[in-house]
């Protein structure tokens, strides 16, 4: 199961099919291939890997790799399925094959494909590939483009801290900070990697962020909790916990806030 053994606010999600056909400005019958293709993941992976393959020997170039890769991340070979996603990403970089297909090679293509590649790596258990992919994606960004920006970093500092490398992601979450002061998501990152440097004052900085622009915030609650514990203030922590609970029943954060007063009774 990947990943569920890390904190919750640090989980790297597994990569998901393209919904959307980024190949649509291909000629026909080119990106009608690669949604039929893509389309066979989910259900039949091996006969996509099989059709994928033989797109590949018919000079299928991107499309084709990038359906292989996502045919082989179902089939449970992330490794190669992130082999294929970095080769697709060289190939957007030097436009191989992407002029007679009339393929836009611009840079947002080649970022997806590298942060998929990243996701892949992780599903592989190999976070510094995971890492590299997501600094190749960060290189090819550019700088203007803020959005996207935050969110390799936010992927990146995920792996710093899938690696136990918090001081590398208290760096990326500052940087992708530093171009949007309103993300709960990245306060509530950063607080989790300060205290596991034992920088508590600068964990509570963050959340308080945090809560001051969503009071009710599960992850932040959660996360001040687990502070409020370590600290020694239990019955702060507890009023955390059962906040979460309380507000939200049935979710996965009610639920760790609930084993959280759980493990608080068997050793308080």
């Not at 996603?85 to 297909?101: F, H, P, Q, S, T």
């Not at 490398?165 to 500052?174: G, I, P, R, T, Y």
């Not at 309380?246 to 759980?262: R, V």
Request: proline letters at 4%.
């Amino acid at each position: 199961m990947p990943l569920i053994a890390m904190l919750i606010v640090f989980l790297v999600s597994a990569p998901a099919l393209a919904v959307d056909n980024p190949y649509a400005g291909l000629a026909q019958p080119d990106a009608a291939r690669y949604k039929a293709c893509v389309a066979r993941v989910a259900s039949e992976p091996d006969v996509a890997r099989r059709a994928a393959e033989l797109w590949l020997e018919n000079e299928g170039g991107v499309p084709a790799k990038h359906c292989l890769a996502l045919a082989l991340i179902a089939l449970e070979r992330p490794a190669e399925g992130a082999e294929w996603l970095e080769e697709a990403a060289r190939d957007m970089a030097m436009r191989k094959g992407l002029d007679a297909l009339g393929a836009d090679g611009g840079p947002d293509l080649r970022v997806s494909l590298l942060t998929q590649a990243a996701d892949a790596w992780i599903l592989a258990r190999l976070p510094d590939r995971a890492y590299r992919a997501l600094s190749e994606a960060l290189a090819a960004l550019p700088v203007s483009d803020s959005t996207k920006r935050i969110e390799v970093y936010r992927d990146r500092a995920r792996v710093s801290a899938f690696q136990g490398n918090w001081q590398q992601a208290v760096e990326d979450l500052s940087a992708a900070l530093a171009l949007d002061e309103g993300r709960v998501d990245l306060y509530v990152l950063r607080a989790a990697a300060h205290r596991h440097l034992g920088r508590f004052a600068a964990a509570d900085y963050d959340l308080a962020r945090a809560l001051a622009i969503d009071g009710d915030n599960a992850a932040a609650l959660l996360e001040r909790g687990n502070l409020r514990r370590i600290e020694g203030d239990d019955a702060a922590a507890r009023r955390d916990w059962e906040r979460v609970a309380e507000l939200y029943p049935g979710t996965e954060e009610g639920e760790l806030a609930l084993d959280n007063l759980e493990l608080m009774r068997a050793d308080p």
